[in-house]
């Protein structure tokens, strides 16, 4: 979801190929401003004869609008916000995008996690355990779709909001409160698992930097997209206690894109998500005093009761088989498929908003899909008139049609 356009760069003059070892791109850092007076801003990687590649940098002037800027919380103050960090122990980053607007748009990343159990730690990807590879200040690149897209057709309430980016780099669906790293398959150092950390970081470097819980015309979505789902689930207390007022007064809504699991039969494929930390407070803590598993607080029905009861209104999308769950839980072939249909729709039963499309997906959110019509409109026609306080639906377009 973070698209950073400006990458690391090397630095110092190149040396010629013939006296210098192999350069390696990723320690070649570079401000593009050194590279010249017509650069005014960003950061590239070098080429491959250790030249500087300028085709990332932005030219003098053509700095736009919908161009965000790079915040890494542990650095700028490392006594408040130290433990915001990445499973490798870099500062946890996100992107913002400042406007005039008094609406807000803040999008946890996802990534899905690991458990070291049923999913190893080391297959997970760098970018997903790392700090974005450029420095604090820095100008980088919302991905420019959906919700985050600049486009008014595409996008007509959010195109001019402040625009948030939360980079998802803790392998912990944003639950983990470690100090210290911890054991792990994906590294022999051990990782930080402090996903709860960034969370709140991110909120209160965002209100330390404008977002006003109480001014009166301050509105406030949270897209939590596919594991940054769970992560606002697991983080709703932060934000809800980060911004009261905006909440008691009904200008704090969530979307849910993509992360509502239907209750499984049985644990036989169901992976640890409680193992770095809390899927929600209060039902990890309801589980445990019954003596029941902690990691089924990943199911929609049973952190939903909980959810509910804060009053702020949660859009729910999911996929009729969603692209992401269904090789985790095994789902293949007609059978399976339709059972997983009927347990999806049964476990949604109570939820007042609900966008399910009868397909195979995954999210909507910051997808082409976002506008994507249906008989009842696109994901983001719901969105709008969720957005307004319209009267709630449930819509389940093309459910009456079998999966391919």
Known sequence: ??????????????????????????????????????????????????????????????IAPEIASVVKPAERDPEKWANARCNDGTPFSYLVRRTESKTWLIVFEGGFFCDDERISC????????TSLPVDAGSKSALQDEGLLSRNVAINPIFNDA????????????????????????????????????NARALLETLI?????????????????????????????????AALPKTAKAGRLKVVLDGSWVPTQPTDEKLPNGAKWGKLHPACHDAAVKSKESPAHCVYGPKWWPYVEKTGVPVLIQIAGLDASQAPVFGIRGPELTAQWKDNLKASLEGVPWVFSVGKRYHTLGLEPSFSTTTAHGGFGDIVGRFWAGEKPERLFPGWDEPIQ
């Open 122 to 129: 080391s297959g997970r990807k760098e970018r997903l355990t």
């Open 1 to 62: 979801m973070l698209v950073p356009l400006l990458l690391a760069a090397c630095g110092g003059p190149p040396a010629t190929p013939a006296e210098a070892p192999p350069i390696d791109r990723s320690k070649c850092v570079l401000s593009c401003p050194t590279l010249g007076p017509e650069w005014g801003g960003g950061k590239t990687r070098c080429n491959a004869d250790g030249t500087p590649d300028t085709s990332r940098c932005i030219p003098v002037g053509e």
């Open 208 to 240: 330390a930097d404008g977002l006003d819980d109480d001014a009166p015309e301050t509105r406030v979505l949270v897209l939590g997209h596919s594991a940054g789902g769970a992560g606002v689930v697991a983080n709703l207390d932060q934000i809800t």
């Open 162 to 197: 402040n625009l948030v980016g939360a980079q998802y780099c803790s392998s912990d669906l944003w639950t983990g409160e470690d100090i210290a790293r911890r054991p792990t398959q994906g590294s022999p150092e051990g990782w930080f698992f402090a996903g709860r950390h």
